[in-house]
Structures are given as C-alpha cells and as structure tokens.
C-alpha cells in the first residue's frame, strides 16, 4: 500500500471505532472483516455467502455512512484537535514555557467548548 491508501485506511479504521455501532450489522461486519481482518472481497463474500459485488456495495455505503456521520458529527476530528493539543500541553510543561502553556491552554478551553 502507498501512502494515500495507507491514510484512507486508517481514517476507515478510525471512523469503524466511532461510528461503526450506527451502522447495520451487515455493513459492521463487512468493514470489519475488510479493515480489520484484511480479508479480500472473495473471501469475505465466501465466509457471508454474498455475490462480491453485494461486499463491494455494502462497504461502499458503509463507507459513505461513515464520512456522513463525521461530517455532521465530527467526533475524531475534534479528539484529533485535542490529542494534538494535549501534546502541545505536555511539550509546552516539559519545556517550562509558560506563556506558551497559558496559550495552549486556552486554545484547548475552545476546542472544548
């Protein structure tokens, strides 16, 4: 895998672990045993006895589901923004750059609220 297919499928990954439960189990599961599993289109079609093309759709949709949910929800957007944030945080303490913590700080109160 190159770089862009490597980012795409941990973007994948990471929308499964927020949103996956709002999806249906089929599509839960077919994602899954896809992302997680590394299992191929054939082999996920023989396991669920489905057509490929029933796989392909339904990690399509599943797909598209999830960028929907994160565009109107954006939860691993938002822990993204204060992951990074709280390493700015523990980088500024380390450091003993005050001002800059102070800053960090605040910055973090409006990714919050």
């Known amino acids: 895998m190159n770089?862009?297919?490597?980012?795409?499928h941990n973007r994948i990954c990471l929308l499964?672990?927020?949103?996956?439960?709002?999806?249906?189990?089929r599509k839960q599961e077919i994602l899954r045993l896809s992302y997680e599993e590394d299992m191929s289109l054939s082999e996920i079609a023989d396991l669920l006895s489905i057509t490929r093309q029933a796989v392909h759709e339904n990690m399509q949709r599943g797909i598209e589901q999830l960028e929907e949910y994160e565009e109107k929800i954006g939860a691993a957007h938002r822990d993204i923004l204060l992951k990074r944030k709280i390493d700015s945080l523990l980088e500024?303490?380390?450091?003993?750059?005050?001002?800059?913590?102070k800053q960090d700080l605040l910055e973090l109160q409006k990714i919050i609220l």
């Open 3 to 8: 770089k862009k297919q490597v980012q795409k």
């Open 16 to 25: 499964l672990y927020y949103y996956g439960s709002l999806l249906t189990e």
């Open 92 to 101: 500024d303490e380390e450091q003993n750059n005050s001002e800059k913590l």
